[in-house]
């Protein structure tokens, strides 16, 4: 049966503060209920708003989450656990920024961060199943990608290395989310290993084509790489499991292009804006994901330079609304539609 996308839904994390409403789930929630979102994206690592460990040992404690949200009148739509999906696997050049996505306890120790990021991760596979989601989304981390350019030129084997050594940590993780009957949709974000769909298909074949490893689509990062985003649905909608509605603009100059010139963001030839704010044809976006009966949540996720991101949340709700195609039930051309005759059938074809 043809069923109709889910949504608006909020990810909280750009919105988390200190302060009010924004330092606690009731409060936070209520604020997005107010602005017409009816889901919520959860940051599994902001403890103002959620504790992951608790959720994963406590259904009581995921029951409690979950009443939080509904007396504000929305649902969760799913954990994030991106920052800890992104220290399962990290080159020593980000070790010191990474740090930062980490408790102080495992700092300037990349194996106990990794061991950490890891235990998080088969945390959030229980905490969905306590709560009742069949999907999160994250990230892969990375090995390889300061290795992106051909050149100098690559040692031969260091791509498929990488991507062994990839596949050969997410895979346990990825049978503890089968256990618990949740999927992973992952990012494809550059910085990541798993940036566009080459890489995608790469770590797919590492993880030995793993049902739980899937994609948490975003167009954004598509546009400002150049790459065909309407194509890519057609291409992996078996895998898009969730969906960021995020929009972004590409404006090349005759000084910089796809890289950007290590300039700041107001600065750069591509850069992530507002809902309707950039160049991202979401009405082909959602045509296409419906047309492949996509029927979980559109979710804000929003990043832009320039405006004030509680206007960027403002606007967000009506926009992923409108674009919502509710799925109809009955062809157009039904009204035309005769009843089977099959001697007639055959009489048609001369038979």
């Known amino acids: 049966m043809p069923t ?7 990810f909280l994390a750009q919105f988390a503060g200190d302060a009010a409403p924004f330092n606690s ?27 992951l460990e608790k959720a994963a040992s406590s259904k009581a404690y995921c ?15 799913e954990l994030s656990t991106h920052l800890q ?29 990794q061991k950490w990021a890891v235990e998080q991760m088969k945390f959030g596979a229980k905490a969905s199943r306590n709560l009742g989601l069949n999907a999160s989304v994250s990230f ?24 062994g050594e990839l596949g050969k940590r997410w895979k346990p993780i990825l049978d503890v989310y089968e256990d618990n009957g949740v999927d992973v949709g992952y990012e494809i974000h550059p910085s990541e290993d798993v940036f566009d769909g080459a890489t995608f298909e790469m770590f797919l074949d590492a993880v030995g084509g793993h049902k739980r490893c899937n994609i948490n689509y975003d167009p954004s990062h598509f546009l ?7 194509e890519f649905i057609d291409i992996y909608h078996e895998r898009i499991k969730a969906f960021h509605v995020k929009d972004a603009e590409f404006n090349p100059t005759g000084r910089q ?11 750069r030839a591509g850069r992530f804006r507002s809902l309707g704010d950039g160049q991202v044809d979401f009405g082909g976006i959602f045509s296409k994901l419906t047309q492949y ?16 991101p509680e206007d960027g949340a403002a606007e967000g709700a009506p926009f992923i609304q409108h674009h919502i195609i509710r799925v109809t039930e009955k062809a157009f051309d039904d009204f035309a539609a005769g009843t089977t005759d099959k001697k007639l059938l055959r009489a048609m074809m001369g038979i």
Request: hydrophobic share 40%; aromatic share 14%; glycine share 12%.
């Open 4 to 10: 109709t996308m889910k949504g608006p839904g909020l």
């Open 25 to 51: 789930l009731a409060s936070i929630t209520k604020w997005a209920a107010g602005l017409g979102y009816k889901g919520v994206q959860i940051p599994t690592w902001d403890g103002r708003l959620f504790d």
């Open 63 to 77: 029951d409690e989450v979950k009443g939080i949200c509904a007396d504000a009148g929305v649902e969760i739509t």
């Open 85 to 113: 999906g992104q220290l399962v696997a990290v080159h020593p050049a980000y070790d010191a920024q990474m740090d930062g996505f980490a408790p102080a306890s495992v700092h300037n120790n990349p194996k106990a961060r």
């Open 140 to 163: 892969t981390g990375s090995l390889a990608f300061p290795y992106l350019y051909p050149f100098p030129q690559r040692p031969a084997g260091l791509i498929e290395e990488a991507f």
């Open 224 to 230: 400002l790489q150049q790459l065909d985003y309407l």
């Open 257 to 267: 292009g796809v890289y950007s010139g290590y300039q700041g963001w107001v600065n």
């Open 293 to 308: 009966n996509y029927d979980s949540w559109a979710v804000l996720e929003w990043e832009c330079c320039l405006k004030h």
